[in-house]
């Protein structure tokens, strides 16, 4: 057994102390800044759609995600920078081969009731998670957790006391894995893992979320939720670490129409939106306090489709590479999206932890260059004037992919000749077309589920079922397999994207920014993280 | 009478079933199924899923459940979409929002539309016709989709007056936006329905009989003209009110208010065939109703009409 972390927890012990001080005090400052922090703490925010749910077993959207991580708390959470910090678990050990995690849990995590949050309420959590009676549609992340047993479980063939997950004593929670898995604890800040209270579930069924029942052991509690409409958290006295909250109260309203939701904000019933695409220029220019851009982990890219009774033209690689490099992505990402996102060569976004941009040689050329060598790679490949090469780009219905196909196919057909055919379908249509492969050249994109490559290089693995590509490299597979044990996965994953880089299977065309209208007065919003894994409890409002 | 309405609402019967099976047959002949994301669920995930809605049943067994259970025990089903509520929840939630806007909306569009009509047709060829002709027109050819982002640049972000959104669980504040998007279109067309009839009705012989009596004209409008001339603006009336009801996407998307609208549409894009079943059968039931009550008002207003 190696001890791996306690993880920074006296810092953020010391933090939270003089929080506790300068507030029981009545002194309206911050603990750290020393701001002056404004008398009402209402943190207002849009979300697109309503949540599927707020059960932390069930919840897949990310809207949903967020409430649940301000009601309930896993073994880690995220600091503002997308590092783990304890959660209910203050550290944890791994044995020698790496296969055993073994969690220590505080003792003074309570739920909202008051009830002490124990190792077996994880326990029953996870099992519940990978039942089949739940049918949770996020079963699969417990498989991706490798956590022993879980398949046959899910399957309903071995029963869920054999899930490799137990309590020895109410604060002791260790988990088996069936594979090595360098990310698992990272893994952990997901919904899907947080502990849910076996009594309340009993005693309610579906209904166990819905205010008057739901019982949560996070910073904030479910006080009312108006589907469609609105949703409001306030603190949660039995939280563990109350003291440090400062945010009273977070209200999330369902606002489907985003430029709607901009107007809201500049009327200021808002502290939170995303900016249309497009409209971040002017809205910085503007409103500079305001408008915000960073990374996001998440790219977008277009999917050959490589299967046998694909199109011919895409199985020769000089067309893919020729493609490629003919799409200007400076001119998407400045003038179609112009709001920070990056133009992407390589498939995972450089805002991935632990990861190096590989130096592809696409990204050291000039356009010029790329569409210099992509007129000789067609010609090569046989077609021209005389055998004009032509398909259909295939999209789901929304005026952001719009813009940018018709973008791809212009540049196509200036520089190559190229016919793209633009067609667009409702989204579970569309769902359903690319998964069956009936498509040419079909958009994709994906936003990592946990902050290492892996998360997106997967997707290119040949047994995959996000693969659309049908992409089939066992270079690639041995690679990925190799990576999750391999002390430097970095080496790995530089190979993949070079393999990538060569042939082609998709064509990465940017990694998406983060793009908000936020109030000025709040303060501490984690624009480092990433993942965007926010907590209310962590932001403040500053007297204006 | 009464046999005459009771053998509508056994005629009402037949017609809500072939409603549900046409429904669920459109329904699942749509690509795509409530289940699928962007991630394909592994197989055994999916038949989990499956099994505990009952979609892995046959599709004959599927409708006759359904019914089943709507009929026996009122019960709608869940939805597939969002896990911790039942069709039965949703609507319960949804249908008083749109209610009471919506019959806000067919308040004002009424008696806006009515008053405009009359005073067109009364005042025939003079300004005052041309102006309500005007306003009518002008508000048809405004779709609220255009309406309803003017009202939000006008009456909340310059004015500052009103919420751009949400409900709030009705307070005024919120409800008088919704209420104008929605009713002007209806109360254009009610006007323009109300002048023409009205103009018919003046011109006609037992107007021409009153007047020569030496009646008072608001007594001629009022008691003569009136009631005749409001049948054509009864018999859009019930449909157009279903309409309100059951609410309007554009407000409801727009103004955000948790309405039914909403839900009707996103069930539809999520595939949550249960929710698509439950508002498909309450509007259907309602259009049935209240078509049934715009005969019953004919037959009071109009004593050449019985049933």
Redesign the interface.
């Known amino acids: 057994m190696t001890l791996k972390a306690t993880l920074r927890a006296s810092t953020a012990a010391a933090l939270i102390a003089m929080g506790g001080a300068a507030l029981a005090d009545g002194h309206a400052t911050h603990p750290v800044t020393g701001a002056t922090l404004a008398t009402e703490q209402v943190f207002t925010y849009r979300v697109l759609?309503?949540h599927?749910?707020?059960?932390p077993g069930?919840v897949?959207d990310v809207s949903g995600s967020e409430i649940v991580r301000d009601l309930f708390e896993g073994l880690m959470n995220d600091d503002a920078d997308g590092n783990l910090i304890p959660g209910v678990a203050t550290g944890y050990t791994v044995s020698d081969d790496k296969l055993t995690y073994t969690f220590t849990l505080r003792d003074n995590a309570k739920w909202s009731n008051g009830e002490p949050v124990t190792a077996g309420d994880f326990v029953y959590a996870w099992r519940r998670a990978a039942s089949?009676?739940l049918?949770?549609?996020y079963?699969?992340y417990m498989?991706l957790m490798a956590v022993e047993g879980v398949?046959a479980v899910?399957?309903?063939e071995a029963p869920l006391d054999s899930l490799g997950v137990s309590a020895p004593d109410d604060h002791t929670l260790v988990v088996q894995l069936s594979t090595p898995l360098p990310y698992f604890v990272q893994m952990t800040t997901h919904a899907t893992t947080f502990p849910v209270p076996q009594a309340v579930i009993e005693e309610f069924g579906?209904?166990?979320?819905?205010p008057d029942h739901i019982v949560s052991n996070g910073a904030y509690v479910l006080s009312e939720h108006?589907?469609?409409?609105?949703s409001v958290r306030v603190r949660n006295d039995m939280y563990w670490n109350n003291d440090a909250t400062i945010i009273e109260e977070v209200v999330a309203?369902?606002?489907?129409?985003e430029?709607?939701a901009l107007?809201?904000y500049?009327?200021g019933?808002l502290d939170r939106t995303e900016v249309p695409a497009g409209q971040y220029p002017r809205l910085s220019e503007e409103y500079p306090d305001e408008a915000l851009s960073f990374p996001r982990l998440c790219n977008y890219y277009y999917t050959f489709n490589l299967r046998e009774d694909g199109p011919e033209a895409f199985k020769d690689v000089r067309v893919r590479q020729a493609l490629a490099l003919a799409v200007d992505r400076d001119v998407i990402v400045d003038n179609v999206l112009a709001g920070g996102q990056s133009a992407a060569y390589t498939f995972t976004p450089a805002a991935t932890a632990d990861f190096t941009v590989p130096s592809v040689e696409m990204a050291a050329m000039t356009q010029d260059e790329r569409n210099a060598r992509a007129v000789e790679l067609l010609a090569e490949a046989g077609y021209g004037a005389d055998n004009p090469l032509a398909f259909e780009m295939l999209y789901n219905t929304s005026d952001a992919h719009r813009s940018i196909a018709v973008a791809m196919s212009q540049m196509w057909k200036q520089t190559l000749g190229v016919e793209a055919t633009l067609a667009n379908q409702?989204?579970?249509?569309f769902?359903?077309?690319r998964?069956n492969g009936d498509f040419e050249l079909a958009r994709g994109?994906?936003c990592g589920d946990y902050n290492e490559a892996s998360t997106f290089l997967d997707l290119l693995q040949s047994g995959s079922?996000?693969n659309d590509a049908k992409y089939d490299n066992a270079e690639v597979d041995e690679l990925l397999m190799g990576a999750r044990t391999a002390e430097e996965p970095q080496i790995n994953y530089t190979r993949i994207e070079e393999i990538i880089a060569e042939e082609m299977p998709v064509i990465p065309v940017y990694h998406y920014a983060g793009v908000y209208m936020l109030n000025d007065a709040l303060m501490n919003w984690p624009v480092d993280n990433v993942q965007q894994n926010w907590y209310s409890r962590d932001l403040y409002k500053v007297a204006e | 009478m009464y046999s005459f309405i009771l053998r509508r609402l056994m005629i009402a019967i037949p017609t809500i079933l072939i409603l549900v099976v046409f429904s669920f047959v459109l329904m699942y002949a749509?690509?795509?199924?409530p289940?699928?994301?962007?991630?394909?669920?592994?197989p055994?995930?999916m038949a989990?899923?499956e099994?505990?809605y009952g979609l892995d049943q046959p599709f004959l067994m599927q409708i006759f459940n359904y019914v089943w259970g709507v009929v026996t025990q009122f019960d709608f089903g869940?939805s597939f979409?969002?896990?911790?509520?039942t069709v039965n929840?949703?609507i319960a939630?949804?249908f008083p929002v749109t209610l009471t806007y919506g019959f806000w909306s067919a308040v004002v569009a009424l008696v806006f539309g009515v008053t405009l009509g009359v005073a067109a047709a009364i005042r025939h060829n003079t300004w005052l016709d041309y102006l309500a002709v005007g306003i009518s027109i002008g508000a048809q050819a405004l779709p609220n989709f255009v309406m309803a982002?003017i009202l939000?640049?006008i009456f909340?972000?310059w004015l500052?007056l009103l919420?751009?959104?949400?409900?709030n669980g009705g307070q005024w504040q919120y409800v008088v936006m919704p209420v104008i998007a929605l009713s002007t279109s209806y109360m254009a067309s009610i006007a323009r329905i109300t002048r023409s009839s009205m103009l018919e009705v003046m011109n006609s012989n037992f107007i021409r009989t009153a007047q020569a009596k030496g009646l008072p004209m608001h007594r001629v409008i009022l008691h003569h003209a009136l009631k005749p001339a409001l049948l054509p603006v009864i018999s859009y009336l019930g449909p157009a009110f279903v309409g309100m009801i059951t609410g309007s996407v554009v407000v409801?998307?727009?103004f955000?208010?948790?309405?039914i609208g909403?839900?009707f549409v996103?069930s539809a894009?999520?595939?949550d065939y249960a929710v698509i079943m439950g508002i498909t059968i309450l509007v259907g039931v309602l259009t049935i109703l209240l078509n049934l009550l715009v005969d019953i008002l004919y037959a009071w207003i109009d004593p050449k009409i019985r049933y």
């Open positions: 759609d309503e599927s749910s707020l059960d069930v897949e089949p009676e049918a949770s549609p079963a699969w498989s398949d899910i399957a309903g579906d209904a166990w979320t819905q108006v589907p469609q409409e609105r309203l369902v606002i489907n129409d430029n709607q107007t809201r500049l009327a019933e409702e989204w579970q249509t769902l359903e077309a998964g994109a994906w079922g996000y | 749509a690509p795509g199924g289940f699928n994301s962007e991630r394909p669920l592994p055994e995930v989990n899923i099994a505990k869940p979409q969002y896990t911790s509520r929840d949703v939630q949804g982002p939000v640049l909340t972000l500052g919420p751009g959104g949400g409900w409801d998307v727009f955000s208010t948790g309405g909403q839900f996103n894009f999520n595939r």
